[in-house]
């Protein structure tokens, strides 16, 4: 099978030819020989040639290890873990594909209609007649007055060892055991197994792998490119309108909503350069609509009163100022993503964690934020109650 690489040329790093560095070595001993004033024609059997063949052996083996480190670098040559690394960089794509199993339907039947369903638990393994077997994906039943139900199968090992058993062959329960008779049967032929990702194919594919950057689609290509326009911007809900409204007008057309750092909206500059590196023509997919705007907003109040234990009076002062900063921090916490909920137990527990011994909240209520909302105070007010016994 042909690569992309076969026709990009090869490259060594050093020279590696075993005659080339030996003639290198002896014509460098001769000329060395000759400026001292002592010419000299190293004859085969000189001692001092043979002394210097020794030396060159050692230096031909250093290359040819130096050779292959340094291809180890480039795609076309790189294999095992090393090709595992240089196409790691392009993420998840970049990854070398495991071996997957192969796949069939199996068909289980009783001799006659019960009075009760027959549970097919999940999992049980039907085989060949060469041990090889498939179990169930999921629970199956025959329900009461039929025979027979099918349900597909995954092979318990990957591979391609598992393809190919036409419908018949596959008819060996091995794990279930049962006070009535049942049979079993593929029908279907297995097929869909692999074995893991030969480092060829890797390196061919990985030659593909620039080509999955160039076109947008994925809800996490459209962040990425979102969160490339401005540096401030520390989040982006990327979804698919017509998933929420349900209204088919809404099919193809993408909401990206960008956040800015702090918990801020972005501005309508920013919201505008966002834009126009989604909807470049050589990054978006033709048929999607796009619009970038300001996530939505759920406001709330935070209104609480805590309560200090009188043991800790002397440092009542301290504890106040930390339950400040403590609700500070679940507001900026709140605020610096998008979709994080307004959880009161959460708010509760940071106040008592500072040194409150009780907590009263009037506001705000259990609320969930959307994926496309930040949740932003309008107002703040924390009373002090006082010192009290526990």
């Not at 070398?96 to 199996?106: G, I, N």
């Not at 318990?156 to 596959?170: F, L």
């Not at 002062?317 to 709140?334: G, Y």
Request: with cysteine; proline share 6%; aromatic share 6%.
């Amino acid at each position: 099978m042909s690569s992309p690489f076969d026709n990009s040329p090869d490259i060594n790093f050093v020279e590696t030819d075993p005659r080339a560095i030996e003639a290198g070595i002896i014509s460098g001993f001769e000329a060395a020989a000759r400026e001292a004033g002592q010419p000299v024609s190293l004859a085969h059997g000189d001692p001092r040639r043979l002394f210097l063949l020794s030396l060159a052996a050692r230096i031909i083996q250093e290359r040819v290890i130096q050779n292959r480190t340094a291809r180890q670098e480039l795609v076309k040559y790189a294999d095992g873990v090393a090709l595992d690394n240089l196409l790691a960089y392009w993420g998840p794509p970049g990854k070398r594909l495991e071996a997957a199993s192969a796949k069939t339907t199996l068909k289980f039947s009783i001799p006659a209609v019960m009075s009760s369903a027959v549970v097919v638990p999940a999992g049980t393994q039907v085989g060949a007649s060469d041990k090889i077997a498939f179990a169930t994906d999921a629970e199956a039943v025959i329900p009461s007055g039929q025979t027979s139900i099918t349900v597909t199968a995954t092979a318990i090992e990957p591979g391609t060892a598992h393809n190919g058993y036409t419908p018949g062959q596959v008819t060996h329960i091995q794990n279930w055991d049962v006070s009535f008779a049942v049979s079993a049967t593929n029908t279907t032929e297995s097929g869909g197994g692999a074995d893991r990702e030969t480092d060829q194919a890797f390196r061919d594919r990985g030659y593909l792998l620039p080509m999955n950057v160039a076109v947008c689609g994925p809800a996490d290509r459209y962040k990425l490119l979102a969160m490339t326009a401005n540096p401030g911007i520390v989040d982006v809900a990327v979804w698919n309108r017509e998933e929420h409204t349900g209204n088919k007008d809404d099919a193809g057309t993408v909401m990206i909503n960008p956040l800015m750092v702090g918990g801020k909206l972005p501005t309508q500059a920013v919201l505008d350069d966002v834009y126009a590196i989604v909807t470049r023509r050589d990054l978006k997919p033709i048929a999607d609509k796009v619009i970038v705007e300001a996530p939505a907003v759920v406001n709330y109040t935070i209104d609480l009163t805590f309560y200090i234990d009188k043991a800790n009076s002397v440092s009542a002062e301290s504890i106040r100022s930390t339950v400040a900063q403590a609700v500070t921090d679940f507001v900026d916490d709140t605020r610096i993503q998008l979709g994080v909920d307004i959880n009161v137990t959460d708010l509760i527990a940071r106040v008592r964690n500072a040194g409150a011994l009780r907590v009263n909240v009037k506001s705000p209520k259990q609320t969930t934020v959307a994926v496309n909302s930040v949740a932003i105070p309008t107002e703040v007010r924390i009373n002090y109650g006082g010192l009290v016994d526990p």
